[in-house]
């Protein structure tokens, strides 16, 4: 592609401030490995090759089904049966020829993914399962990759940039969460319902901080969790404290031996319903936190809940009884088991506990 033709493509970026041409040819340069070909992915996928991100390659070893087509953008009716890394490469394609595009029509696990993260610079899970999850974080951890995490859950989204900046500074998805969750405890996007539009938005976030970050602009989530909830627009965004409880594979063979399903049972039976929640607090001796931030509704009178939002948990941990059982709970159940980790892991408290999928599956 001449200069010319590449500045009438992508004149009207390249006009913007902080990016010039220089920045674009960032953008040429770059490799960007994008895992998961689904509805995160879709848009992440289409806006990346729009902005003339050159190296591309796409893991999925999935084909295109009829409920697809509800969120996952790249694909049509014709595309059924076909498998999603093929179609998405020829979708893309038609958009911007010039781009090369690698596409993996498979699985990522913990035997192909370090042969293939290695070969990029920055890494997009836009994945749904907890044990590929890990299994990208440990990889990107191990490889010194920048991770671009994004997450959906029915009215809520969540995007997160890992493994950025001095290395004492730096946080990974294990901060967050330090063990694989069970698969089987957690309502999928398949049971649980999901918005199209959600996923295009947070996959969208996903491609600007990729761009962000390959550009070197000012204001990407290093290290950062932004949650947004879609029903009523409220975005914040929280630092991630670094958690000294898990260890991470230092070499190739130590990242193989680890279990991708392996779980923690200990935080399991600390997930409560709606009724094994109600019921503790029946029987007394409890104390409800409202991890939540303090503008976000509904409120729940018969709760009776202490607010304090996540990110003021540690100034705040004087409030809390630890005498009692403590009750978590957010909108979407995400922060309160962010809270339950710090209290019982950072904090030593014992008896704490967090309502399962939030406020979302709360019922009258």
Known sequence: MDKQTLYDRFQRQIIL?????????????????VIGAGGL?????????????????????????????????????????????????????????HTNITSYPFFLDRKNCLAIIQQYDIIIDCTDLFSVRYCINDACVLLEKALVFGAVFQYEGQVAVFNIGEKNEQRNLRDIFP????????????????????????????????????????????????????????????????????????????????????????????????????????AGNTQVIDVRQLHEMPIIPELNALRIPIDTLAERIHEIDSSKDILLFCHAGIRSLMALEYLSEECGMQKVFHLKGGLLQWKN
């Open 17 to 33: 401030p902080n990016l010039d041409e220089l920045a674009q040819q960032k953008l040429l340069d770059a490799k960007v490995l």
């Open 41 to 97: 992915a879709c848009p992440c996928l289409e806006y990346l090759v729009r902005a003339g991100v050159g190296n591309i390659g796409i893991v999925d070893g999935d084909y295109v089904t009829i409920s697809n087509l509800q969120r996952q953008t790249l694909y049509n009716n014709n595309d059924i049966g076909k498998l999603k890394v093929d179609c998405a490469k020829e979708r893309l394609l038609n958009i911007h020829p």
């Open 179 to 282: 063990t694989i969750p069970n698969q089987e405890a957690h309502t999928t996007c398949n049971e649980a319902g999901i918005l199209g539009a959600v996923v295009g938005i947070i996959g969208t976030m996903q491609a600007l901080e990729t761009i962000k970050l390959i550009t070197n602009m000012q204001g990407v989530l290093a290290n950062q969790l932004l949650t947004y909830h879609f029903l009523h627009h409220n975005i914040f965004t929280v630092s991630i404290p670094k958690n000294n409880t898990y260890t991470l594979p230092m070499n190739e063979q130590e990242f193989l031996r680890v279990g991708e399903n392996t779980s923690c049972n200990n935080q399991i039976q600390q997930e409560l319903n709606q009724a094994q929640f109600l019921e503790k607090i029946k």
